[in-house]
RNA sequence: GCUCUGGUAGCUCAGUGGUAGAGCGCGUCCUUGGUAAGGACGAGGUCGCGGGUUCAAUCCCCGCCCAGAGCUCCA
């Protein structure tokens, strides 16, 4: 006796009739058989399910390909999975975590004695491509808690994460040949799906992320469905490799640290030009419609009292100690802002002022965790491109589109391509709702107004008002958080700030915090990477490199230089070794333009000018027409 | 902060229970060069810091410092 028939609709809007118990399978197969081949996993009712379960009633129902970024999620789940079997075959008493897709690939943990070695890694992976090979079925099951409970009685952590699910909710569990796992899938159809994977790192990891636990230890691994994905991706993480800031940085001289200060920089003659380059052009931006103030380093706990920051970021300051009480009371300032609060308290303001921009470029003291430090991507001493609006509330469309097109020129500047996120009114927040509508509802238009994309992370905000976050995709393709605009309506309260109305009455200011390049390290970093150290002309520490072919025209170059030097433009003269030596040694040092004077430069007042990167080709032309080219270059901020 | 790994010449790294090596860089001399490394000689080390084991420690053990990777993208 047949039971009645489902109905599928597929996002082209065609029905599919099919008996019951079909599966998403069953649907690609009766599209064609190049479906069948390609289908990874399908999404029924807007939710990602296997190919092999069976479709509960009529569903809206749309098969995965690999082209699909949501089948490669499920694609590396299973590979999560397919790593954890292979450990247990080679370690049975490995007790096993999470093991989830994660944005580059997966991981998973294990609780083990020992962390794992190279080696280790090495027979898993071998052991994986057997389990892929033995194209084990993934089988979903649907168990009772109680099922469960004994399935992974040998399971602790298991058993830990099934306490938690309610006496009435779904609890499945996946079987792939010898290995059985708790999750909620889905997965591929079976490991033999599983081709082209790389297994990376080791690392240890709590135990659901909480310090408190048990050190688990992690293994971190990424699949691709196609070779040549696989391929780049792994080409990708050496370019990064090859990139990083903190080889280059000691490569090319820029910056060092040293224990007695951990995470913060010393810079070099040329790491300083860099960074005194980069603050410039922060500074020039800045001159016309910013106040640029100074501010003390130094405060007592009574402004971190009034800001918050005594309560609840104590933790992360450098406390100091005060000889006249005796006590360490004071803190270096992990933020400019309430030395901006107080400033603007200083004077009353009129609301003809507003809005009213304060930069300040001073030196910030956070004390991160010694675990946390990275080369100049997380460090304790650093410096924002930090500003505070102060502004009417009827202001905030117009300043945060004049704020936002101000961010985005910056990037604009280096070839940074930007995305923007609208960050929401989160859960817990300060004000009423009303406020927030206004706030968030102003924001919105000032986004619209761009005319450009962003999107939205709601509840993303923070708790004091919405934001917009800043992001930009360097020459690799990584993204990186920078700039921000945030409202803040909880500030003006806590420091009693008001400005006087057109009815002669105090009102409330608005305060928007706005930073850029967010701190000066971490731009230089990022920007390190993003031009491999080869920087364009007008930010590299040194422009030219004069090379004279021999001693004799030494003099030469040196009036040469002489002349690029009054024109501003950062230049060295090289005279000691072989002239192949030293056009190598400017090539490896990433030097913009090598200018050689020989016998006929100097003769005829020429210089033959050498493009970094170009080998070969160059160019002889008279020196002033050199000098004429490199300043303009160097004005206009070229990017090559 | 915690776990693991590392710390040897300015840099990159090799090495050993018997007071240490390479390449690059640096210095001197020769060479005076035409577009990615000319040659010779030489200087340079508290083997991260402190303690312990040992006849003897850079090496083994303990502590500390610094660096690197990682520390929920929740079955």
Redesign the pocket.
Known sequence: MPSDPIHITLPDGKVLELPQGSTAADVAASIGPGLAKAAVAAVVNGETVGLMEPIEGDAELSILTDRDPAALTVLRHSAAHVLATAVRELRPGAGIG???????GFYYDFDVD??FTPEDLAAFEQKMAEVAAADQPFERRRVTKEE?RDLFSDDPL?LE??E??DDD?????YENGPFL????GPHVPSTGRLKHFKLL?G????W????KRQ?LQ?I?GTAFHKAKDLEEHLHRLEEAKRRDH?RLG??LGLFQ?H?VS??AAFWTPRGTTLYNTLERFVRERQEHDFLEVKTPLLYTKELWEQSGHWGKYRENMFLVLNNETGEHDMSLKPMNCPSHYLYYASAKHSYRELPLRYVTLDVLHRNE???????LTRVRQFAQDDCHVFLRQDQIVEEVTFLMDFILGHYDAFGLPSSLTFGTRPEQRIGDDALWDQAEAALREALESTGREYEVAEGDGAFYGPKIDFRVTDSIGRQWQLGTIQLDYNAPERFDLTYVGEDNAPHRPVVIHRAVCGSFERFIAILIEHYAGAFPTWLAPEQVRLL?????WEDSAREFAAELDAARVRVAVE???????R???A??EKIPY?A???????ADGTV?V?KR?A??K?E?MPRADFVARITEEIRSRAAE
Do not use: W
């Open positions: 999470f093991g989830p897709a994660i944005e580059e020992a962390p469960a298991k994460r099934l938690e699910f909710e779904v609890i499945t569990v796992d708790l999750c909620k790192s690392a240890g990891a709590y659901r992320g909480d310090e050190m992690r971190y903190r000691k490569e640290f224990p951990p995470g965790l010694s675990g946390a430090l990275a080369g004279p072919i021999s001693e004799k005279g000691r070794e072989t002239l192949n030596y056009i190598r040694e090539e490896t090598m050689v004077i020989g016998e006929r430069e100097a033959a050498r990167g080998g070969k160059q002889v």
